[in-house]
T-cell receptor
Framework: DAGVIQSPRHEVTEMGQEVTLRCKPI?????LFWYRQTMMRGLELLIY????????DSGMPEDRFSAKMPNASFSTLKIQPSEPRDSAVYFC???????????FGPGTRLLVL | SQKIEQNSEALNIQEGKTATLTCNYT??????LQWYRQDPGRGPVFLLL?????KEKRKERLKVTFDTTLKQSLFHITASQPADSATYLC???????????FGKGTSLLVTP
């Protein structure tokens, strides 16, 4: 298996622009998680899905952030409009319902100027 | 409030020694605790899981202990090698058992 796939790997954008991050979970995994990692705050859970349904989005910073999972093999995290404080590494992870281990993607490094 | 605390200072040890990393938590009642390794520019990789009813877990040169009374886990790497240099994260499950909360990690540097 290719593991969790994220794109793009790097994104540089200007403040106010829309940013879309993409994730393909491991086939057969029914849980998908979006995290954000910064030096100051560490790795924070933003939102997670079970069988494509959002279960807990309490970690989403504000209304500028939205996430969707239209099918079992694809999820997006969108920031609109982006701000410099959104600069971070965004990780996607997936797992099965029967195993507690989470498998992380390589991350998207976002820089908002 | 809930907190997961790991040593913020980097741990520097000599090759061959045992590295011990600490994870303390407050206001959690986790069913299990996990340790992950993260290399620069990469996502975290799962290492070990220990459940609340387990005191100790081993995997090759790795050992994890879990004391739910002290609310602490210790992560040991015996016979450490330069290749063990990385950041190590501990993670606790939320009440749902599916989401994880992570500590900020401890950076380990093993020098030859």
């Amino acid at each position: 298996d290719a593991g969790v796939i994220q794109s793009p790997r790097h994104e540089v954008t200007e403040m106010g622009q829309e940013v879309t991050l993409r994730c393909k979970p491991i086939s057969g995994h029914d849980y998908l998680f979006w995290y954000r990692q910064t030096m100051m705050r560490g790795l924070e859970l933003l939102i997670y899905f079970n069988n494509n349904v959002p279960i807990d989005d309490s970690g989403m910073p504000e209304d500028r952030f939205s996430a969707k999972m239209p099918n079992a093999s694809f999820s997006t995290l969108k920031i609109q409009p982006s701000e410099p404080r959104d600069s971070a590494v965004y990780f996607c992870a997936s797992r099965t319902s029967s195993q507690e281990t989470q498998y992380f993607g390589p991350g998207t490094r976002l820089l908002v100027l | 409030s809930q907190k997961i605390e790991q040593n913020s200072e980097a741990l520097n040890i000599q090759e061959g020694k045992t590295a011990t990393l600490t994870c303390n938590y407050t206001n959690y009642s986790p069913a299990y605790l996990q340790w992950y390794r993260q290399d620069p520019g990469r996502g975290p990789v799962f290492l070990l899981l220990i459940r609340e009813n387990e005191k100790e877990k081993r995997k090759e040169r790795l050992k994890v202990t879990f004391d739910t009374t002290l609310k602490q886990s210790l992560f040991h790497i015996t016979a450490s090698q330069p290749a063990d240099s990385a950041t190590y994260l501990c993670a606790l499950d939320e009440n749902s058992g599916y989401a994880l909360n992570f500590g900020k990690g401890t950076s380990l540097l093993v020098t030859p």
